[in-house]
């Protein structure tokens, strides 16, 4: 039988409750306002360049203008050239540029030590440092043309070998100006010392830089004549453009192409059956392959390609 509880008992007292501890308020860390850039419903904000890269105009060659007083100029333009900033060099390679353009008689003097400032600076890891000294090569060449050959340094020598290494790179702008000083210099010299020159890097180990400089070779071909030609040696320039026939890059093969058709041109300028000529030289100094490669090249119709082409397997059949 269960129990009733029994009304006038005393009460049990509750457990006493703990004490509130007073909470001592402390100033809250204010928030910091979310970044806009991090706001996916907005358009992520463009990087700005850092300072001093949008100041640096490339100013083409010809809105260039004379200068003032070139007199008083000449002296703080060299002295700038041993600039550290590169943005005062910047400057004083443009301003090298007006005196090659407009004044090339005051810089004269100076050009080996700007020839070598320009060599310099395209070694720097800055991009418009880099650009602002090959458009002063492209204006070097221009005014100076055969007479930078005549230097007692290797100034020419290192600038040549800059353009290549940089006309190969990957930089698109930068390497589109290289290509563009690479036909100043070729269009200002005389197609043979430059010739002498350019040879050596038509066999470099680099594959891009062995086409920039088949290009440079097929260029400064196209110019020359027959004694110029003679006295370079037909045999040597068509050994030249076997060489780059077999490159590996399509540039250079297309070079290869362009410099016998050149030689084939000057050497049967003044013959009336000219194809027999040329058939006739190539077969009398050249490896048979290589006569018929070459042979085909200058073909003039397709039927004929086709004929040699079946000629050509018909003589390794034999062999």
Same mark, same amino acid.
């Given at each position: ?94 301003? $090298? ?9 005051? *810089?004269?003097?100076?050009? /080996?030590? !700007?020839?070598?400032? #320009? %060599? ?117 320039? $068509? ?9 590996? *890059?399509?540039?250079?093969? /297309?070079? !290869?192409?362009?410099? #016998? %058709? ?58």
């Amino acid at each position: 039988m269960a129990l009733r509880p029994i009304d006038n008992a005393l009460p049990v007292p509750p457990p006493e409750r703990p004490m509130k501890q007073l909470k001592v308020s402390t100033p809250a860390a204010q928030k910091q306002p979310e970044s806009k850039a991090n706001d996916e419903n907005m358009a992520p904000l463009q990087q700005q360049p850092p300072a001093g890269e949008a100041s640096i105009d490339y100013v083409p060659s010809e809105q260039l203008v004379a200068i003032d007083d070139p007199e008083s100029e000449i002296q703080r333009m060299v002295e700038g050239l041993d600039s550290k900033d590169w943005i005062m060099l910047c400057a004083s390679l443009n301003k $090298a540029r007006q005196f090659a353009i407009f004044h090339s008689v005051l *810089l004269l003097p100076n050009l /080996e030590k !700007a020839m070598s400032v #320009v %060599v310099k600076s395209m070694k720097n890891p800055r991009s418009a440092l880099i650009k602002t000294s090959i458009m002063a090569s492209s204006d070097i060449f221009s005014a100076y043309g055969d007479k930078l050959l005549d230097s007692t340094t290797d100034a020419f020598d290192s600038l040549l070998l800059q353009l290549l290494l940089k006309a190969s790179q990957d930089k698109k702008f930068v390497c589109e100006e290289a290509d563009r000083a690479l036909g100043a210099m070729v269009k200002s010299m005389t197609p043979l010392p430059l010739l002498q020159k350019l040879k050596g890097y038509g066999s470099h180990h680099n594959l891009r830089v062995r086409a920039k400089a088949a290009v440079s070779i097929s260029t400064a071909v196209s110019k020359m004549g027959m004694e110029e030609m003679k006295e370079f040696g037909f045999v040597p320039l $068509a050994e030249m453009a076997i060489r780059l026939l077999n490159d590996k *890059l399509p540039e250079a093969r /297309e070079a !290869a192409r362009n410099i #016998v %058709v050149s030689v084939y041109e000057v050497y049967t300028r003044d013959e009336e059956q000219k194809q027999e000529i040329w058939q006739s030289f190539c077969e009398s100094y050249l490896a048979p392959v290589h006569a018929q490669s070459l042979i085909k090249i200058t073909a003039g119709s397709p039927k004929s390609l086709l004929v040699q082409e079946m000629t050509a397997q018909d003589f390794h059949c034999l062999q």
